[in-house]
């Protein structure tokens, strides 16, 4: 080195040491005395140290899913909405197709058949996800929800994830999360005649002492008939498109032909059981006596004259503790609704959900948008997409509750200017309450139907119908040809028409149907630790 440069350098050199000696100090006497640095000197060297946070990279997803079709002001929604979207997930636009419930179906398989680029997709109740899974043409979600799902798994029942979900142990739906729980029938009845000739408080004790269909049930609705036909009251008489629910009340069905009870998980043909025999005799006994309409057979859709104030005297749908006054405020009359059972039963599924394609080429994105739009984060935003801009396609009311303008709680088509289904695109219990809605909808729910009902431990068993997929086609030309018919009870030799119903349900391989779904359930239970 040269001569005139070592004393600078040893100089450089002592002064360095002396530094660090003085650091090595105050760091012992901070320790020492409990203190450490000021947050705002610790935020400067964070910030100085910190690497600049990436923006992400502009991004368009293409989301398909369900709903009322285009409508008039859908492309200022979504404007409005993507502009929105930018403080959650800046350089992230959505491109949406609402697809009607005519064209969805057909459209899905196209999309997936030709391996169109698609970011999300709707895969819920009309679509087999089980068979979608086995094509291939979805992604497994678990890992993306551990890392970019974790807001949403907060709020959806993990029991979902597990159920209608869930295809060979792995998730590829995310659920919107709605009610789940069911299983519970109620009849509805005028609540004028109900007064003048029913004892209904009577009618329900009968109901939750027998828990599935008996003679008893039967009887104690059969008062009630007689009474309104000798009284001249008796109307269009039973629903019976929708009376034919409660013949399974006490069973979870799998499909048309199968059920089992809780507790037992023994696969059964529906149509071959007890309770199935007795509702058919009961209808045709009914028929004869007056109580069913005569016209039956012949009309398009024997539903339509349920809620008209001199339609049916008795129909049947799902029961919940505000029923009774919503649709007595929906059909513009008093109702009567008696529930068949005391329990709602968990549901494992909620019919709808969102997945993520094969072809997704931002699927990361994609399950950040999900994890958006199911949380309270992004709850704004999410009612942004179902109702609409505030003032122009709904009003506020109070917080959490609207008037939506021009239709009343769903929009069903695309006459409206604005309005999607609330179950399609997330959570449905962060959607504003609207005028169809009870005051407090969301919470009771919650509190009182989900949280109190009876656990189905085989609720998440997923069938995987395709190694029966010729019997099961089988088997549904056999019922749509007879079912019907013995459901309304108007078929004059019944008794004949239902023994040759059963062996042609025998020769179309319902038996092979039902052992397959047997050793699936058999597979399940094991899987997950439930003794039969």
């Not at 080195?1 to 100090?25: D, E, H, S, V, W």
């Not at 048309?256 to 023994?266: F, Q, S, V």
């Not at 008209?308 to 009774?324: I, M, R």
């Amino acid at each position: 080195m040269n001569k005139r440069l070592k004393p600078l350098a040893m100089l450089l050199t002592l002064i360095l040491a002396f530094g660090a000696i003085l650091a090595a100090c105050s760091k012992d006497d901070k320790a020492s005395s409990g203190t450490s640095a000021s947050p705002s000197a610790s935020a400067s060297a964070t910030a100085v140290s910190a690497t600049p946070k990436e923006t992400p990279k502009p991004v368009t997803l293409k989301w398909i899913m369900l709903g009322p079709g285009k409508q008039k002001d859908s492309d200022k929604v979504w404007k409005e909405f993507n502009t929105r979207l930018q403080q959650f997930l800046p350089n992230t636009t959505v491109d949406f197709e609402v697809l009607t419930r005519t064209e969805y179906v057909e459209k899905f398989k196209l999309i997936m058949a030709s391996a169109e680029p698609v970011d999300l997709i709707w895969s819920g109740y009309l679509i087999n996800l089980a068979e979608e899974v086995n094509k291939g043409g979805l992604l497994p979600l678990d890992e993306l929800l551990d890392k970019y799902g974790q807001e949403l798994r907060k709020v959806i029942p993990e029991r979902l994830f597990t159920g209608d979900a869930n295809v060979n142990g792995k998730v590829y739906m995310v659920p919107s999360y709605q009610m789940t729980s069911g299983n519970r029938w109620g009849l509805r009845t005028p609540k004028e005649l109900a007064d003048q000739y029913w004892n209904a408080a009577e009618a329900q004790k009968v109901f939750y002492a027998n828990k599935t269909n008996t003679k008893e049930t039967f009887a104690v609705i059969e008062q009630y008939l007689a009474k309104l036909k000798e009284a001249g009251k008796i109307q269009k008489g039973v629903s019976t498109d929708t009376f034919n629910f409660v013949f399974k009340n006490g069973y979870v069905a799998i499909g048309d032909p199968l059920m089992y009870k809780i507790g037992e998980y023994k696969i059964l043909n529906a149509f071959a059981a007890p309770e199935s025999k007795l509702y058919y005799d009961t209808m045709a006994d009914w028929f004869k006596k007056g109580y069913i309409r005569q016209d039956i057979l012949s009309l398009q859709n024997p539903r339509a004259d349920e809620g008209k104030k001199d339609g049916y005297v008795l129909w049947a749908h799902n029961y919940y503790d505000f029923t009774e006054k919503t649709e007595s405020a929906q059909y513009g009359f008093p109702l009567t609704v008696i529930p068949f059972s005391e329990k709602y039963i968990a549901g494992y599924g909620t019919g709808t959900g969102t997945s993520i394609p094969r072809t997704s080429k931002n699927p990361e994105r994609a399950m950040q948008l999900l994890d958006l739009l199911n949380s309270q984060k992004g709850k704004d935003l999410y009612n942004l997409l179902v109702y609409g801009l505030e003032n122009e396609h709904y009003k506020k009311v109070k917080d959490n509750r609207i008037e939506t303008i021009g239709y009343t709680g769903q929009a069903q088509d695309n006459t409206v200017p604005y309005g999607l289904w609330k179950w399609v695109p997330g959570n449905a219990f962060n959607a504003y309450e609207t005028q169809a809605d009870m005051e407090g909808y969301n919470d009771f729910i919650v509190k009182n139907v989900e949280n109190v009902a009876i656990n189905n431990p085989a609720g998440g068993l997923k069938i995987d119908p395709t190694p029966v997929k010729t019997e099961n086609a089988q088997v549904a030309a056999v019922v749509k040809e007879f079912n019907l018919g013995l459901q309304r009870g108007a078929l004059p030799n019944h008794d004949k028409v239902y023994a040759e119903f059963l062996d042609k349900l025998q020769k179309a391989g319902i038996d092979k149907i039902i052992a397959e779904y047997q050793k699936q359930m058999d597979a399940y239970l094991a899987q997950t630790g439930v003794k039969k």
